[in-house]
């Protein structure tokens, strides 16, 4: 096919076609090829490698691509494919790949890398390598070699003779506790750097530069020493003070114990027609093995504390249930509160005391028994469980031998 068939057989690509060629330094004329254009129209990214078969064959060998405006490359557009002329045209634009981001022709690509903030430079001071954009930052901050004033005496020293303040480069603040042994380098002898007081601990305040210091101690030697009487007092008494504390801690965890429990009921376990006998889980309290039971027999509810291992110590408890029923269209506060005083002798699971939760009417003023849907009807608490709070206060009794 000639060219003149070409043109006659397929339409000149419209200018928005046009725009759709790909950038390539040799395809900026895509009136000159328009079944190539027709062909990569869909494609622009992929470049001329892009072109199905059939634009292929209507390439001929005796296309001329030249272009001197743009790139030296001759030669026919078939050859200009198959030789991927595009990845090698010295036109074409690149990444820099020093990190930048910058978008640079190639044949421009090592002037630009030869000024990239993102390049490599030596530091005159220390040598190390360092990228150009992070050089004024190494000097101000952290090059080693670089020469710095003292910010107390002014003398000048390299930057890793200067030492350091509890582990910091250089600077103290305003109040800040500074010691002999917080600092390296040259601020372990520098005269003018301010020091805390070696009493600081004790109760001096005092914060002055290393050249008056020993003038300070010579002239509050009494006031120091009666700082260190003073705080010396103080630790003693504190010692005296945690040593009876532990001597009681001991002696009342021998004898008392107070704790607090909250017992979630099954309301499914609890609800229904027939009597019900619930437990709780077991627990210890002064080596005691303790559980709850509640009891229902219709719609009279009770509750009490069982003891399982025998044990024949007198001992004192007390113990009170608190829940929340439903009362009318209100709910209220219900509980069961009772003490034991005596020895605990008998069988396994002995009862401790029992009784009926009940809560005070004060237009009647008479103390009402709670029923068991009473205690169903509140959700205050738990939806799924009726929550019994109690209080176990246990005393041991017994002789103390002194």
């Known amino acids: 096919m000639s060219r003149a068939d070409a043109t006659d057989a397929d339409p000149q690509p419209t200018p928005d076609e046009s725009a759709n060629v790909p950038e390539d330094p040799l395809l900026q004329k895509p009136s000159r090829f328009p079944d190539a254009v027709d062909a990569a129209a869909n494609k622009p990214s992929r470049g001329p490698d892009a072109l199905d078969a059939a634009a292929r064959r209507r390439l001929t060998e005796e296309e001329d691509v030249s272009d001197s405006g743009r790139c030296a490359y001759t030669g026919t557009l078939a050859a200009y494919v198959e030789s991927k002329h595009a990845g090698t045209c010295q036109l074409r634009m690149v990444k820099c790949p020093l990190g930048c981001n910058d978008i640079v022709v190639f044949s421009e690509l090592e002037r630009h890398k030869s000024t990239c903030s993102h390049r490599l430079v030596t530091c005159a001071n220390c040598a190390m390598k360092i990228k150009e954009q992070l050089l004024d930052s190494h000097l101000a901050k952290a090059c080693p070699e670089k020469s710095v004033q003292c910010r107390y005496c002014k003398v000048q020293l390299k930057r890793k003779n200067m030492g350091k303040i509890k582990g910091r480069d250089s600077i103290s603040y305003p109040g800040q506790i500074i010691f002999e042994t917080d600092l390296t380098g040259h601020y372990n002898c520098c005269p003018k750097i301010p020091l805390t007081c070696e009493f600081h ?26 700082l260190v009487a003073k705080e010396t007092k103080r630790i003693k008494d504190d010692m005296s003070k945690t040593k009876r504390e532990m001597k ?30 619930i437990d709780s889980k077991s627990f210890v309290v002064g080596g005691y093995d303790l ?34 029923a439903v009362v009318g269209d ?38 009402i028994t709670v029923k068991k849907d009473h205690l169903l009807g509140c959700h205050c608490m738990s939806d799924q469980h009726v929550v019994i709070q109690a209080t176990i206060d246990l005393s041991l009794g017994g002789e103390e031998i002194v």
């Open 201 to 226: 601990p004790f109760g001096c305040t005092a914060m002055l530069p290393r050249q008056r210091m020993a003038a300070h101690h010579a002239e509050k030697a009494q006031h120091h020493a009666s």
């Open 248 to 277: 009681m801690g001991i002696e009342n965890s021998s004898k008392r114990v107070k704790k607090n429990f909250r017992w979630n009921v099954d309301r499914d376990e609890l609800s229904g027609d027939g009597n019900k006998s």
């Open 291 to 324: 559980f709850f039971r509640l009891t229902a027999e219709g719609q009279s509810v009770k509750v009490g504390l069982f003891v399982k291992n025998l044990s024949y110590e007198d001992i004192r408890i007390t113990v009170k249930f608190e829940a929340c």
């Open 330 to 367: 209100d709910c209220e506060e219900v509980s069961f509160e009772f003490d034991f005083d005596g020895e605990l002798e008998g069988s396994n699971n002995e009862e401790i005391a029992a009784g009926n939760l009940s809560w005070y009417d004060e237009e009647d003023g008479d103390d």
